[in-house]
């Protein structure tokens, strides 16, 4: 395993972020929505570096199978917590095709969200032309590469890594 980020530059990425959200949300309700399995490690990291009060909730939606995009978003549980009238921040582990975070921040806005934004750990630096073209918030930028660690996955294993790495 290569290690691309280390669980030290993690930990200080995720406060800075979870400053910046703090700032640019102040005097706002903000709800935070986690796309799981992927963003439970690094959205509990977050929320617990955004210092204001704020609603958490998670839902799961995925257009992976098999470590390889499928081109269609798959909406397998949907948030608990009402979403019309909220400020709604997406938080996901990696910004890859773009395509599952479009398809859900349209999914959001379509049930009448206040603003919808996001924020995720890695935003892979390759083009997007059928998904969200750039996070509001990304810890990291990197090539494209398949990474595992901080809830990135490689068939299920390998989230539990502390650093983000790379397969050799």
Same mark, same amino acid.
């Given at each position: ?8 530059? *993690? ?12 700032? +640019? ?28 009060? /704020?609603? %958490? ?15 269609? %978003? ?12 909220? @400020? *709604? ?14 398809? %859900? ?10 603003? %919808?934004? /996001? ?14 073209? @750039?996070?509001?918030?990304? !810890?990291?930028? !990197? ?6 660690? !901080? ?11 502390? +650093?983000?790495?790379? *397969?050799?």
């Amino acid at each position: 395993m290569k290690v691309l980020f280390t669980e030290e530059e *993690i930990a200080r990425k995720v406060a800075e972020t979870g400053a910046e959200i703090t700032r +640019y949300y102040q005097g706002k309700s903000l709800t935070i929505m986690l796309i799981v399995n992927g963003a439970f490690i690094f959205g509990a990291d977050l929320v617990r570096k955004v210092d204001m009060d /704020c609603w %958490v909730d998670s839902f799961a939606a995925a257009s992976y199978s098999n470590d390889r995009s499928t081109g269609v %978003v798959n909406f397998r549980s949907p948030p608990k917590l009402p979403v019309e009238g909220r @400020h *709604i921040l997406l938080v996901d582990e990696v910004l890859d095709s773009g395509r599952t975070m479009k398809k %859900v921040a349209e999914y959001f806005r379509d049930a009448g969200a206040a603003s %919808v934004r /996001c924020a995720v750990l890695v935003e892979k630096d390759i083009p997007r032309p059928e998904g969200l073209d @750039h996070a509001d918030w990304a !810890c990291f930028s !990197c090539p494209d590469q398949y990474l595992v660690g !901080c809830g990135l996955d490689s068939n299920e294993l390998y989230r539990n890594l502390p +650093y983000i790495g790379i *397969i050799e």
